[in-house]
T-cell receptor
């Protein structure tokens, strides 16, 4: 069965620090990969997605993620975080067949000003 | 596009009452998903529909929960009778699903309904 694991449950950083959130998945076939962000009190919004092609994907607000097929990973990065990046981040995997996504348990990022 | 629309945005009810949550997916999307989010359990998929047909309802917690999708533009999630442990934020999401194209998996979430059962 498909599963998604996010390594960090809670991350605390100071502004301008670099961010990397880990995401690993288990699925043997072709996958579509996503990162969603949920700001406090809001709904999930798409941050970036990977379907095929260049494994380095750039999203909104300076975020990027790298798909490493051999490691079954899709880590999220940002070189310099801002206080406004405080949110919960979800990694998700889809197979493209059912439309269903498998979500990780989420990582809460707290950025201190 | 208006995005996914959910109503009501907030609902406060008393234990034992019936609660109905509503969702209007993005026009043209043929997959619809109901999620529940709590601090304790995180984000849980309750049920999803494809072309108005329920495909997987294994996440529905118990018989008190039911969901319908009478047409492509409307879905309801009903809880009867409601209990305090049902208090959560309920999200609806839609995607183009199996309608073809590469972007079939991308789900777009509604603003959610915050349910409080007293």
């Amino acid at each position: 069965a498909q599963s998604v694991s996010q390594h960090n449950h809670h991350v605390i950083l100071s502004e301008a620090a670099s961010l990397e959130l880990g995401c690993n998945y288990s699925y043997g076939g072709t996958v579509n990969l996503f990162w969603y962000v949920q700001y406090p009190g809001q709904h999930l919004q798409l941050l970036l997605k990977y379907f095929s092609g260049d494994p380095l994907v750039k999203g909104i607000k300076g975020f990027e993620a790298e798909f490493i097929k051999s490691k079954f990973s899709f880590n999220l990065r940002k070189p310099s975080v801002q206080w406004s990046d405080t949110a919960e981040y979800f990694c998700a995997v889809g197979s493209g067949n059912t439309g269903k996504l498998i979500f990780g348990q989420g990582t809460t990022l707290q950025v201190k000003p | 596009d208006a995005g996914v629309i959910q109503s009501p945005r907030h609902e406060v009810t008393e234990m034992g009452q019936e609660v109905t949550l509503r969702c209007k997916p993005i026009s043209g999307h043929n997959s619809l998903f109901w999620y529940r989010q709590t601090m304790m359990r995180g984000l849980e998929l309750l049920i999803y529909f494809n072309n108005n047909v329920p495909i997987d309802d294994s996440g529905m917690p118990e018989d008190r929960f039911s969901a319908k999708m009478p047409n492509a533009s409307f879905s309801t999630l009903k809880i009867q009778p409601s209990e305090p442990r049902d208090s959560a934020v309920y999200f609806c999401a839609s995607s183009s699903g199996t309608s073809g194209g590469r972007d079939t998996d991308t789900q777009y979430f509604g603003p959610g309904t915050r349910l409080t059962v007293l």
